[in-house]
């Protein structure tokens, strides 16, 4: 069977096979929402995907680093200024309110799926675009 699960954020496009020996799987494929404005800075454009994908992790870590002044010690190919701080912590403070209830699929179940990170990187290369976040998982 194939199906959308929207009760993640992003929704999975989910489909059901078995393994060589009988065992049943799902195989699952978040449907990203990449509709952001290319013409954006890249950090207002990281920040959108991970708004718009609910990569809460990430968006936690973007939010301290930028309220730290971090940027150029964590990010890795972080080169340009931050001229409006305050209207991207709001932003990303926006983003997080309302994904809070959000659930994504890679936190059902952790031994399962690929990480933030992991989707992160997969992204950038589809999009031929860098997304600037801390690449350490901690």
């Known amino acids: 069977m194939i199906y959308i699960n ?6 999975c496009y989910i489909e059901e096979k078995k393994f060589d020996w009988g065992e049943p799987y799902d195989d699952i ?16 454009y990281t920040i959108e995907v991970l708004g718009k994908n609910n990569f809460k992790i990430n968006l936690e870590k973007l939010y301290n680093i930028l309220l730290n002044q971090e940027e150029n ?21 926006k983003y997080l309110h309302s994904n809070e209830n959000q659930i994504s699929p890679w936190e059902q179940s952790h031994d399962r799926y690929p990480t933030e990170n992991d989707y992160l990187e997969s992204i950038e ?13 901690y």
């Open 73 to 93: 010690d964590r990010i890795e190919y972080f080169n340009t200024p931050i001229v409006h701080r305050d209207f991207l912590l709001i932003n990303i403070q």
């Open 29 to 44: 494929t978040p449907i990203f929402n990449l509709s952001v404005n290319p013409e954006l800075s890249d950090i207002e």
């Open 125 to 137: 290369k589809d999009l031929n675009r860098i997304l600037l976040f801390d690449r350490k998982e």
């Open 6 to 11: 929207k009760k993640t954020l992003p929704h």
